[in-house]
């Protein structure tokens, strides 16, 4: 998955949204002047870019709303959902072994997912 493809989440709406349509996805939260952020994401999704997951990026100071009711206080934060709960979340200093070690365990289950 390239940057370009990952979902730019503008309003609410978008976000219900993409959370019924797709499972797993990944919700990216971050600052528009957090520097850290954009070194960030780049990397995430170079490691999403091989699993068959989705990825929204959430600003957070133009969704204040979403962020709040996400419990995002610091950025970047990332949250992994599968079967429409949190089984991830990342927060400040984002461990990138323990999201690909999700990863590749949501990769297993995931066809087993579709057998049943």
Known sequence: MSIES???IQAKENL???????E??????????????????????????????????IYIDELVEIAGQ????TV????????????LRESRFIDFEKVERTLNLLN??????SKV
């Not at 970047?76 to 089984?87: R, S, W």
């Not at 297993?108 to 997912?113: G, S, T």
């Open 6 to 8: 990952a979902i730019h």
């Open 16 to 22: 219900e949204q993409f959370m019924a349509e797709d």
């Open 24 to 57: 797993p996805f990944i919700l990216y939260f971050s600052s528009k002047d957090c520097n850290v952020c954009q070194a960030v994401f780049p990397k995430l999704m170079n490691l999403v870019e091989v699993y068959p997951i989705k990825a929204a990026k």
């Open 70 to 73: 996400s419990l995002v206080f």
């Open 76 to 87: 970047p934060t990332v949250l992994i959902f599968y079967d429409g709960k949190e089984i």
């Open 108 to 113: 297993e289950l995931i066809p087993c997912r």
